[in-house]
Nanobody
């Protein structure tokens, strides 16, 4: 069964840090590249960062140098450490497979976790 649960979002001040987590089902996670995506109001859901099973990471230009994606293969988990947060990082963050597409059209998405950057 394909299933994912995102957590850890919240309200943070500009310049602050936040770590969000994703726990996926075994069938969804095992041997697959995973990614974080985000969707701001009125905008399309797009790639933030992706990571291969071996740990190779790729980042959107907007977050390079500020965000770090990691994974724990033993626990089917993917994490996104966010630092130097900006108001434009405000969005709902989702976890899903990573295919290399910036705007993937998957049928399944979790509920996401809201990240709000505001003073």
């Amino acid at each position: 069964q394909v299933q994912v649960a995102e957590s850890g979002g919240g309200l943070v001040q500009p310049g602050g840090t936040l770590r969000i987590s994703c726990i996926a089902s075994e069938s969804m996670f095992s041997g697959r590249s995973m990614a974080w995506y985000r969707q701001a109001p009125g905008k399309e859901r797009g790639l933030v960062a992706g990571i291969t099973p071996a740990g190779l990471a790729n980042y959107a230009d907007a977050v390079k140098g500020r965000f770090t994606i990691t994974r724990d293969n033993a626990n089917n988990a993917v994490y996104l450490q966010m630092s130097s947060l900006k108001p434009e990082d405000t969005a709902v963050y989702y976890c899903n497979w990573y295919s290399g597409s910036f705007y993937p059209k998957y049928d399944y998405w979790g509920q996401g976790t809201q990240v709000t950057v505001s003073s």
